[in-house]
């Protein structure tokens, strides 16, 4: 049995996007008109790449704050809120309540900066498998030096991978990602 809080990688799975779709439904129905589009993002949305298994759910809204009427849906559908000075741009919920996660979701204004830039790295992964061992062999060595610590060595772990993914989003970005 994995260690609590640790952070296990598993290879690609085949169900990830089913699991999205279903929860997207559920998010959608939760949301309603609210939710401008609902995107799986992260690692479980690029084919062949190895994650954590927990599916990361962009959803995109016309106007982010006040934060309130996107997050009342969410949580009866059992999200938690996690409070961080990203909210005023990319809140952030998961569910369960206690690690390990199933499912993660990040709130964002259509349009906006965030939206872009995780869809363009998405993308960009999907069409560049060189780019996507790359960034997996990067998680492979991050995740043995800070996957066993509880939640600052999870936050270690997203830190210390902003040094491989910030670069991509750039060239991404640069090259006209996010694709239609």
């Avoid at 939206?115 to 997996?136: G, I, N, S, V």
């Avoid at 492979?140 to 991509?168: C, M, Q, T």
Wanted: aromatic fraction near 8%; proline fraction near 9%.
């Amino acid at each position: 049995m994995p260690l609590q809080d640790s952070i296990i990688l598993s290879p690609y799975d085949p169900a990830w996007p089913g699991s999205f779709e279903a929860e997207a439904k559920r998010i959608g129905t939760a949301l309603g008109s609210a939710a401008v589009r609902i995107d799986h993002v992260g690692s479980t949305a690029v084919p062949g790449l190895a994650a954590k298994p927990v599916i990361d759910i962009q959803v995109s809204v016309r106007v982010l704050h006040p934060l309130e009427p996107h997050l009342s849906p969410l949580v009866a559908l059992g999200y938690r809120h996690v409070p961080h000075p990203d909210d005023a741009t990319y809140p952030f919920l998961h569910r369960p309540s206690a690690w390990p996660h199933s499912h993660h979701i990040h709130l964002c204004e259509a349009g906006g900066k965030e939206e872009r830039r995780h869809l363009a790295f998405r993308d960009f992964l999907r069409e560049h498998p060189e780019e996507t061992a790359a960034y997996a062999d990067v998680k492979l060595r991050l995740a043995l030096e800070f996957g066993s610590g509880g939640f600052e060595s999870r936050n270690a772990y997203v830190e210390a991978k902003s040094v491989f993914i910030d670069p991509i989003v750039e060239r991404a970005l640069a090259l006209g990602y996010p694709r239609a």
